[in-house]
């Protein structure tokens, strides 16, 4: 189903998808700017009118190109989130995953499970599969979750996972996105920021205000890419997301949300 704000739009979403160029790879790939504004929305279907926002962040699957089209329409960038450092039981292609690539159970997840990172050889067709799922519905870029998850020990995850490989899978998986014309973000791992900030459009962080680790992703913006924060209810008081809001001096782009990720929203506005 639609969301009831596209009825009144349907022929100029269409018109926009028909008329809308083509990606030719690289030299496609969108170039957003440091301090755009932003909404990030899973737990609820878009209803009503979109925020005013310059981009939005949305499921990759749960996500029609009907719905991206018609943002689009009112000039708003989509991100496509997908989860590329775990397997998850509810996805479509959850069967397409070998079993040698599944490690542990995620504990505070459940239904999710590690992945090996280091057999790209394996992961490959999966994941690009669904960076091509981005690319076909329109998206502008992927959000890519769990790209960090070699900070956990092998006890947690299953597998010996190092630095090098994640910077391998990450680097990897930019150049995945750039050949089909999609921007691509550094999902938390600060401590890659300066391995990553030259191959990756923007960032996405979470917690950075409350675990003070926001310094960390600042070459993002030196270099003119947005930084898409997002703070939580259960970890940071709405006063003390506002004081931080006015102390910080750079253009990162805060949002204050519930950890479901429900439509619910407070910018630094």
Not at 137 to 146: I, L, M, S, T, Y
Not at 204 to 230: H, M, Q, R, S
């Amino acid at each position: 189903m639609l969301p009831r704000w596209m009825n009144g739009m349907a022929i100029v979403a269409v018109v926009f998808a028909l008329s809308a160029p083509e990606r030719t790879g690289a030299d496609a790939v969108w170039e957003p700017s440091a301090g755009a504004t932003w909404q990030i929305q899973f737990s609820e279907p878009l209803q009503g009118d979109p925020l005013a926002v310059q981009v939005y962040d949305l499921d990759g699957f749960e996500t029609s190109a009907e719905t991206v089209a018609a943002l689009h329409a009112r000039g708003i960038r989509v991100l496509c989130y997908m989860s590329m450092g775990t397997w998850e039981d509810w996805r479509p292609d959850a069967g397409a995953y070998p079993a040698e690539v599944l490690g542990n159970a995620w504990d505070e997840r459940p239904g999710e499970r590690f992945v090996d990172i280091r057999r790209i050889d394996l992961l490959a067709p999966i994941l690009s599969a669904r960076l091509d799922l981005c690319a076909e519905k329109g998206f502008d870029a992927v959000e890519p979750d769990n790209i960090d998850i070699y900070g956990n020990d092998a006890e947690v995850t299953g597998f010996p996972l190092t630095e090098q490989d994640q910077l391998a899978f990450n680097r990897w998986l930019a150049d995945a996105a750039h050949a089909r014309g999609l921007a691509i973000g550094q999902k938390n791992a600060p401590e890659l920021t300066d391995r990553l900030v030259e191959r990756y459009d923007f960032a996405v962080t979470e917690d950075c205000l409350a675990d003070d680790w926001c310094d960390e992703v600042i070459p993002y913006l030196e270099a003119g890419k947005p930084v898409f924060a997002i703070e939580y209810t259960d970890r940071l008081a709405t006063d003390e997301f506002l004081a931080a809001c006015i102390a910080t001096t750079q253009p990162y782009s805060f949002i204050l949300k519930h950890r479901e990720l429900d439509a619910w929203r407070l910018d630094c506005g």
